[in-house]
């Protein structure tokens, strides 16, 4: 099945700085998402994007599907961007099943 | 606001017990997953439904574990008997055909 691979597995930063986080996977893709778990534990959506570039606010995301990787960036980090950030994908003939990537662990200090 | 629901949030329960959790997909949403999360496999999926047929269960051990979607605003997943090691958040999500919504997740502990 498709690898979903995520760097770096964690990252530690002061409250404002900048961060990207990737996502390499091994195969084409149908559906691409990024996720975040919050301390609580929920799944919150952040960005479906199989292809092309997305922005939410301070998030945004870029998705090479012809090189197969996402990068997520965060700007101007707040104490509440901690937790983890996943990366899930659909492969090709994977019908709807996400593979989710092991994620990569933030941790935002004041 | 739409959103996926999921009971119980909570369940600590004996080995050999039954144990069932439920989902209610977002409405209009054909396809409804159960994802099962643990520190050493991560996220996995054990089952899915399109259309309240299922489709793939290949991920659940097929001895203890069962899904069914007995109409379209309801999913379950049982366990029985149960065993430590089914241990684990349990997520239920849906869709339609491309983004995926996840509930809150059920956090069982069996002792």
């Keep these: 099945g498709i690898q979903v691979e995520q760097s770096p597995p964690d990252l530690i930063l002061q409250e404002g700085a900048n961060s990207t986080l990737r996502c390499n996977f091994s195969d084409s893709v149908n559906n691409l998402q990024w996720f975040h778990q919050n301390p609580w534990g929920q799944l919150i959506n952040l960005f479906y994007i199989p292809s092309g570039t997305k922005q939410n606010g301070r998030l945004s995301a870029t998705t090479v599907a012809t090189e197969r990787y996402s990068l997520l960036y965060i700007s101007s980090s707040q104490t509440t961007d901690s937790g983890v950030y ?6 090709g003939t994977s019908y709807g099943k996400l593979t989710f990537g092991q994620g990569t662990i933030l941790t935002v200090h004041p | 606001d739409a959103r996926v629901t999921q009971t119980p949030r909570h369940k600590v329960t004996e080995m050999g017990q039954e144990v069932t959790m439920r989902c209610q997909p977002i409405l209009g949403h054909n396809t409804v997953f159960w994802y099962r999360q643990t ?69 069982l502990t069996v002792t």
């Design chain 2, 39 to 107: 520190m050493m496999q991560g996220l996995e999926l054990l089952a899915y439904f399109r259309n309240r047929a299922p489709l793939d269960d290949s991920g659940m051990p097929k001895d203890r574990f069962s899904a069914e979607m007995p109409d379209a605003t309801l999913a379950t997943l049982k366990i029985q008997p149960s065993e430590p090691r089914d241990s684990a958040v349990y997520f239920c999500a849906s869709g339609n055909r491309a983004e995926q919504y996840f509930g809150p997740g059920t956090r």
């Design chain 1, 86 to 91: 996943f990366c899930a994908v659909v492969g």
